[in-house]
């Protein structure tokens, strides 16, 4: 059975830093794109940062370029996101998904989530 689990995720100050990491396990870790996306109270979800299986490429929403970096060890089955000069409107859920399309069928992996809090 596939699992994705969260970490990383805390109360941090405004301009502070931290990095969140996504472990998987139950299936082929380095078939799948990983996202990383977030949900704060009332709002809809958002991807902030994409990362495709090897590696090679990344893509960031408009509103965290600069300050994210995702990146992943296929060797540890893991995806990370690095965060920084963090702000109060960065606060959310977490969360991590892998995605496969082949032809016509889509695999989904959700995790369940990790709480960043930005607060002095």
């Known amino acids: 059975q596939a699992h994705l689990v969260e970490s990383g995720g805390g109360l941090v100050q405004p301009g502070g830093s931290l990095t969140l990491s996504c472990t998987a396990s139950?299936?082929?870790?380095?078939?799948?794109?990983m996202y990383w996306y977030r949900q704060a109270p009332g709002k809809e979800r958002e991807l902030v940062a994409t990362?495709?299986?090897?590696?090679?490429?990344?893509v960031y929403a408009d509103s965290v370029k600069g300050r994210f970096t995702i990146s992943r060890d296929n060797a540890k089955n893991t995806v990370y996101l690095q965060i920084s000069s963090l702000k109060p409107e960065d606060a959310a859920v977490f969360s991590c998904?892998?995605?496969?399309?082949?032809?016509?069928?889509?695999?989904?992996?959700w995790g369940q989530g990790t709480q960043v809090t930005v607060s002095s």
């Open positions: 998904q892998a995605r496969r399309v082949v032809g016509q069928e889509a695999n989904t992996y």
């Open positions: 139950g299936f082929t870790f380095e078939n799948y794109n």
């Open positions: 990362i495709t299986r090897y590696g090679g490429n990344t």
